[in-house]
């Protein structure tokens, strides 16, 4: 099986290192190279590869909004994050995007032609030491939105208002309701989302994008 790879870094010495060790053995060929996100997808326009290999930091357009634009233009290639990042973060939002493959800088040439092949053949490919910080992450997740799930509708309005720093009585005046309804419903909160004052419950309500900080 012969598979067409495009490369997109901005880095021409990792291009070409990792051109030179994938069609060493001749079963997979690099079909196409950019330096940036933005002509990656003037590329994209004219050949479409069927996996391709994209780095995160580059300018004018990162990695991560290049598969946006991929996905959102439903653009028939595979896609594998190859980065030095391996932070959470960015694992988790490549994988929200809908990545197909991810792989660290470090890795074996072997385990990233493995990962080629996998994605060709409809798999996602996470570079496996990384799949326990995702999956406690995943975890951490499920376990927020089952917090989140028992708040009442009442209880999820007083969270958003609370976590954008209205105090007690500003809530009440927003919503119509006394300040010591509002203190009622703040307790209830607390304690269903497992936290013990507003600046917890501010980060609970961020990390969760219950509200927007710009």
Do not use: W
């Not at 996100?37 to 004018?60: F, H, W």
């Amino acid at each position: 099986m012969n598979a067409k790879i495009m490369i997109v870094d901005n880095h021409s010495m990792v291009r070409e290192g990792l051109k030179k060790l994938l069609e060493y053995d001749g079963d997979i060929q690099v079909v196409g190279e950019a330096n940036d996100g933005v002509e990656c997808l003037e590329i994209l326009k004219e050949t479409i590869p069927q996996v391709l290999l994209l780095d995160i930091d580059m300018p004018k357009m990162d990695g991560l909004q290049v598969l946006e634009k991929i996905k959102e233009k439903k653009i028939g290639v595979k896609v594998i994050i190859l980065t030095v990042h391996n932070e959470i973060e960015y694992l988790l939002k490549a994988v929200n995007i809908g990545v197909d493959g991810y792989m660290l800088k470090d890795s074996e040439s072997s385990e990233l032609r493995k990962a080629i092949f996998s994605v060709i053949d409809g798999e996602v490919y996470i570079q496996p030491s990384l799949i326990p910080m995702l999956n406690s992450k995943v975890i951490e997740r499920d376990i927020d939105k089952v917090k989140i799930e028992k708040l009442t509708r009442r209880e999820l309005e007083i969270l958003k208002l609370l976590s954008i720093g209205l105090s007690n009585k500003e809530i009440g005046e927003d919503l119509k309701i006394s300040e010591r309804t509002v203190k009622n419903h703040i307790s209830s909160i607390f304690r269903k989302i497992d936290v013990t004052d507003r600046t917890q419950a501010a980060v609970f309500s961020i990390k969760n994008n219950l509200v927007n900080v710009f």
